[in-house]
């Protein structure tokens, strides 16, 4: 149970930062980055630059507040927050918490019965999914992908019957192999968007099936990289382990590898390859 607020407590703000245009800070950021004593930043230096564009004048003790020193840095700005100064978390874009830092100073905050609030503005996830063209009335949001091979693998398959339409980040480099990876578990035909540079000058879409767009981020791509990939479809074909088992017995018969036959008959029936698989280990049986 969280404590209750304690009278003198400073307010914890979690200030939405521009994803790519400076004029798209709220002038409640901008307020916020003048009046508030205590600003933790996730890279001081653009900080500071995005101050001088948007004209503020920082009068506030700045920290540093990112993934290396999260942990140790949330007991300090707690301390700011118990000792009655207002703390503003701000990342390099878009909102903290949402694959920045942000979450555990909140719920250290939370514990301490600190209040938090938010400072609404841009976010690469709700951008990248109102123009994907993919459907936004239901979604998830999975972050950035392991960057193992392995891990990767088992974590899109584990994915591969979400019924949501998904929003991933990745970086320009991992984007070719990992683009591929989603293909081989969700299907080449799964439609999907990259979005690159989201509001910046040379903001780009592609829209198309997950295999064609694998193929166009071989060349190489540039720019910061968000990803919306539709979700599985409705299952319209076999369901009972038995006949999935079956059907990959047919495919196997006729020559095609036992792998190949799973991931096939996994992918045409709207089933996990996991399911499919252990069918077939169970018919074997």
Same mark, same amino acid.
């Given at each position: 149970?969280?404590?209750?607020?304690?009278?003198?407590?400073? !307010?914890?703000?979690?200030?939405?930062?521009?994803?790519?245009?400076?004029?798209?800070?709220?002038?409640?950021?901008?307020?916020? =980055?003048?009046? !508030?004593?205590?600003?933790?930043?996730?890279?001081?230096?653009?900080?500071? *630059? %995005?101050?001088?564009? =948007?004209?503020?004048?920082?009068?506030?003790?700045?920290?540093?507040?990112?993934?290396?020193?999260?942990?140790?840095?949330?007991?300090?700005?707690?301390?700011?927050?118990?000792?009655?100064?207002?703390?503003?978390?701000?990342?390099?874009?878009?909102?903290?918490?949402?694959?920045? #830092?942000?979450?555990?100073?909140?719920?250290?905050?939370?514990?301490? /019965?600190?209040?938090?609030?938010?400072?609404?503005?841009?976010?690469?996830?709700?951008?990248? =999914?109102?123009?994907?063209?993919?459907? !936004?009335?239901?979604?998830?949001?999975?972050?950035? #992908? #392991?960057?193992?091979?392995?891990?990767?693998?088992?974590?899109?398959? +584990?994915?591969?019957?979400?019924? *949501?339409?998904?929003?991933?980040?990745?970086?320009?480099?991992? =984007?070719?192999?990992? %683009?591929?990876?989603?293909?081989?578990?969700? /299907?080449?035909?799964?439609?999907?968007?990259?979005?690159?540079?989201?509001?910046?000058?040379?903001?780009?879409?592609?829209?198309?099936?997950?295999?064609?767009?694998?193929?166009?981020?071989?060349?190489?791509?540039?720019?910061?990289?968000?990803?919306?990939? /539709?979700?599985?479809?409705?299952?319209?074909?076999?369901?009972?382990?038995?006949?999935?088992?079956?059907?990959?017995?047919?495919?196997? +018969?006729?020559?095609?590898?036992? @792998?190949?036959?799973?991931?096939? &008959?996994?992918?045409?029936? /709207?089933?996990?390859?996991? %399911?499919?698989?252990?069918? &077939?280990?169970?018919? *074997? @049986?």
């Amino acid at each position: 149970m969280a404590a209750v607020t304690g009278a003198g407590t400073g !307010t914890l703000r979690l200030a939405a930062a521009p994803i790519g245009r400076p004029e798209d800070a709220s002038a409640r950021l901008r307020a916020a =980055l003048a009046e !508030t004593p205590v600003i933790a930043a996730e890279d001081t230096r653009r900080l500071r *630059r %995005l101050a001088g564009d =948007l004209g503020v004048e920082l009068a506030a003790r700045v920290v540093s507040y990112n993934d290396v020193n999260e942990r140790e840095r949330a007991a300090g700005l707690v301390g700011d927050l118990l000792a009655g100064r207002d703390v503003l978390v701000v990342t390099d874009a878009g909102m903290p918490g949402v694959s920045d #830092p942000g979450y555990r100073l909140v719920r250290a905050a939370v514990a301490e /019965g600190v209040p938090v609030t938010v400072l609404p503005g841009p976010s690469a996830v709700t951008t990248a =999914l109102a123009v994907s063209g993919l459907p !936004t009335d239901r979604f998830c949001f999975e972050g950035f #992908p #392991p960057r193992r091979p392995g891990e990767r693998a088992r974590r899109l398959e +584990a994915l591969a019957g979400e019924p *949501r339409t998904m929003v991933f980040f990745e970086s320009p480099r991992r =984007l070719p192999v990992t %683009l591929a990876a989603m293909a081989e578990a969700f /299907g080449a035909d799964r439609p999907a968007a990259v979005c690159r540079e989201l509001t910046k000058t040379y903001e780009e879409v592609r829209r198309g099936p997950l295999g064609d767009l694998a193929a166009w981020a071989g060349d190489g791509v540039l720019g910061e990289i968000t990803v919306v990939v /539709g979700g599985a479809p409705e299952p319209q074909g076999l369901t009972d382990p038995a006949d999935l088992a079956a059907a990959v017995a047919d495919r196997e +018969a006729a020559g095609t590898p036992r @792998k190949q036959a799973i991931a096939e &008959v996994a992918r045409e029936n /709207g089933a996990q390859k996991r %399911l499919v698989y252990d069918a &077939v280990v169970k018919a *074997r @049986k």
